[in-house]
Structure formats: structure tokens, C-alpha cells
């Protein structure tokens, strides 16, 4: 037997041979669906590390102008550190609370916040404060002023009572009690460490928040999609360099703390010879060895002028690999770095050969940190380059 044919359906008389039904018809692929996906308020994200990278700057100013003779400035001080962790405290939970922070953030911020709580718990002035807030002192009872002595009068033996019974502290005092705990093993560490390297590992843990906070505005300004696209056409050459000037100008900042905390700045005053020597003769003469590395003058002022030689010669050849790359804002940012790190050199011999005075010495503090966001916004671009199309710079 045959098979049947199978039945199709009666066609129209008008109806056009290959015309796809609704159904039957392929969907368009749409785009965008990086973009569709929720990335979290990546403006709030933007204007908070703003406000915290302003003020970790107050807070590098403060600190470099101790006993300015500003009265004001002087009350702020002790606070601006406890200013920084309640910014980024109200933003972390303002976020947390609203369900807005982007994804792979959680550790970033934590991070923020431990590197703002270390800043603000350096500072012994306000948990002083507040422990002597908390239990003031009792004042001293005064007797009245009376002529004779009134004759001494023996009593009978009494038994001896028992001591009464201490009672618990109070929330209050064991809040002070916590506050002098916490001064004390602070002013331990300034001792144990002297004033100046103490001074020094504020400066550097201001610099790395500052940075970490810099770097993560960028992240926010830029949307996920751009980011994941700009990923693809990164230099890692380029990266390892400007990873390298990053390194290398952080520890030179922590050689310049450590040149201005123990007045090294003012020893040798000439250029570039160090007291009519390349190599003053008593670089070594601290006992134990180890102090030379944070109090011999003579070391630390030669240490800051060889990492700045060094440093000149690294962003050079940063700045000629540079020129190879495609990116015309990557290319740019480096030229920037390197032109900075030149007149960053300039300024520091310029201040030694006055004599170090406060004012060039705040002008090399201000230069340091535009020197350091240089070369973080040189490596943000060389790890994630602006796409430059037909329709222009993604």
C-alpha cells in the first residue's frame, strides 16, 4: 500500500510562496544584555570615594603642619581620621542596606574600611579625649582654712571593718577603660618605634588609602561593559611598568617621611655631591646596625636621592615603551607620569638646597601626591585603555 500523502494546508490565492509565519519567523539578537544586567550605584560608589579620597588629602595636610600656629587647624587635626572612618562607615552601610553595591565589592570595601580604621586608631588625641570624657577626674577636696588644730582625741579600739565590696564598672567606664588601653599601647608603638617612623607609617597608610580609594573611582566611573571590553586590549608591559614606578615611588615616599621626621632635609645642603662627597663616611655609624636604616641622616638623605635617580630613570624608559602603545590616552598618561616625576625631581633639589623650609617641603608633599595619582591613572589605563573608534573614545 501507498502512503498518503501528507495534508498541507490550503494556502490563500494571494498569499506569497516562502513568507514565514510570526512563529516561524527568527528572532533578532539583542545587545546591550551586559548592560542589562544590574551593576549597583556606581555614582553613589563614585561620590563616596571622592569624599573619602578629600579627606585622607586633609588628613596628609594635617599631619604635615604640625603646630602651624592655626588654632583651628590645630582642634581639627585629632579628627580628621575619625571623620574618614564615619564617611566610609556610613556609605558601607548605606549601600549594604539598599542592596546597591555591585558585585565582586564586598572585599574592596572591607579593605577601605580596615586601612580608615588603622588611620583613625593611630591617632591617640581623640581616644584620649574620650576616655577623659567619659571619667573625668575627681576633683580635689579642699579643707577650710582654720587657725589652731583642734586637740587629737583617742578613740577606743574598734574592730576593723571589712572593705566594701567593689562595685561593678559602669558601661561608661569600661568604654574609658578600653580608650586607655588602647592609648597606651599606641604611645608604646610611638616609643618602641620613635616619633619620626611612627609619623612615616601614617604618611604611608594615608598614601595607600588614598590610592586604593583612587583607584576604585575609576573602576566606578566606567561602566562594567566598558570595562570587560577594555580588559581584552590591556598591555601587560605597560601594566608591569607602571606597577614598578608604583612601587618604587611609594618607597621613596616612605624614605622622604622618614628624611623630614628626623630633620635629615637640613644636614646636607648641597648638590649633588652630599658635604663635598659622594658618600658621606658615616652612613653606617649608628649602633645596632638596624638604626641606621630609620635615624642615621647621612643614609636616609643618600637613600632618597638614589631612589629619585632611580625612579628618574624608570619613568623614562616607561615613557619610550610607552610610545608603541595604540591608545592615545594610554600614551598620554605616561607622558604625564614621567613629565611629573621630572618636576617632582627638580622641586626636591630645589627644597634641599634652601634648606629644606616648610613651605618647599609641603610643595614636594603636594607633588608627591599628584605624582602618585599620575602613575595610578597610568596604570588604570594601561590595564584597562579606552577603546578609540570612528565614533570616538569608549
Known amino acids: ?6 495534508k498541507n494546508r490550503s494556502r490563500a490565492i494571494f498569499e506569497e510562496v516562502g513568507v514565514e509565519t510570526p512563529k516561524q519567523m527568527p528572532v533578532a539578537p539583542k545587545g546591550g544584555m551586559i548592560d542589562a544586567r544590574p551593576k ?16 585622607a588629602v586633609l588628613q596628609l595636610g594635617l599631619d604635615a603642619t604640625p603646630g602651624f600656629g592655626i588654632a583651628e587647624l590645630d582642634l581639627l587635626q585629632p579628627y580628621t581620621g575619625l571623620a574618614l572612618f564615619a564617611v566610609w562607615a556610613l556609605g558601607a552601610l548605606g549601600l549594604a542596606l539598599s542592596r546597591r553595591l555591585p558585585p565582586g565589592w564586598g572585599l574592596r570595601v572591607a579593605g577601605l574600611g580596615l586601612g580608615c580604621l588603622l588611620l583613625a586608631a593611630s591617632d591617640p588625641a581623640p581616644i584620649a579625649k ?10 580635689a577636696a579642699v579643707l577650710p582654712q582654720t587657725g589652731a588644730l583642734p586637740p587629737l582625741q583617742l578613740l577606743p579600739a574598734t574592730p576593723p571593718t571589712p572593705a566594701p565590696v567593689a562595685a561593678p564598672p559602669t558601661p561608661q567606664e569600661r568604654v574609658a577603660q578600653a580608650a586607655d588601653l588602647v592609648t597606651a599601647q599606641i604611645d608604646r608603638a610611638q616609643t618602641t618605634l620613635g616619633a619620626a617612623p611612627f609619623a612615616t607609617l601614617r604618611l604611608g597608610l594615608a598614601f595607600a588609602l588614598l590610592g586604593f580609594a583612587f583607584w576604585y573611582a575609576l573602576l566606578a566611573a566606567r561602566t562594567e561593559a566598558a570595562l570587560i571590553a577594555a580588559r581584552r586590549q590591556a598591555e601587560p608591559g605597560l601594566v608591569g611598568l607602571a ?3 608604583m612601587h618604587l615611588s611609594f618607597l621613596q615616599l616612605l624614605v622622604g617621611g622618614l628624611v623630614t621626621g628626623i630633620g635629615a632635609g637640613a644636614v646636607f645642603t648641597d648638590w649633588p655631591l652630599m658635604g663635598g662627597v659622594w658618600l658621606p663616611p658615616d652612613m653606617l655609624s649608628l649602633e645596632p646596625i638596624w638604626r641606621n636604616a630609620l635615624e642615621n641622616q647621612a643614609l636616609l638623605q643618600f637613600s632618597h636621592r638614589a631612589l629619585g635617580y632611580l625612579l628618574l630613570a624608570l619613568a623614562a624608559f616607561a615613557l619610550i615603551r610607552s610610545r608603541r602603545s595604540v591608545h592615545a590616552v594610554t600614551r598620554m598618561a605616561f607622558g604625564l607620569a614621567a613629565i611629573w616625576v621630572l618636576l617632582q625631581a627638580v622641586l626636591g633639589v630645589v627644597t634641599l638646597l634652601h634648606g629644606d623650609p616648610l613651605a618647599l617641603r609641603l610643595a614636594h608633599l603636594g607633588g608627591a601626591l599628584v605624582l602618585w595619582l599620575f602613575l595610578i591613572r597610568a596604570r588604570f589605563l594601561a590595564r584597562y585603555p579606552r577603546v578609540q ?3 570616538g573614545i569608549k
Not at 574620650?130 to 576633683?139: D, G, H, T, W
Open 243 to 245: 606597577t614598578g614606578l
Open 389 to 391: 573608534s570612528i565614533r
Open 40 to 55: 549597583g550605584a556606581r555614582k553613589a560608589l563614585l561620590v563616596w570615594m571622592v569624599s573619602l579620597i578629600v579627606l
Open 130 to 139: 574620650l576616655s577623659k570624657a567619659l571619667a573625668p577626674e575627681p576633683a
Open 1 to 6: 500500500m501507498g502512503m498518503k500523502p501528507a
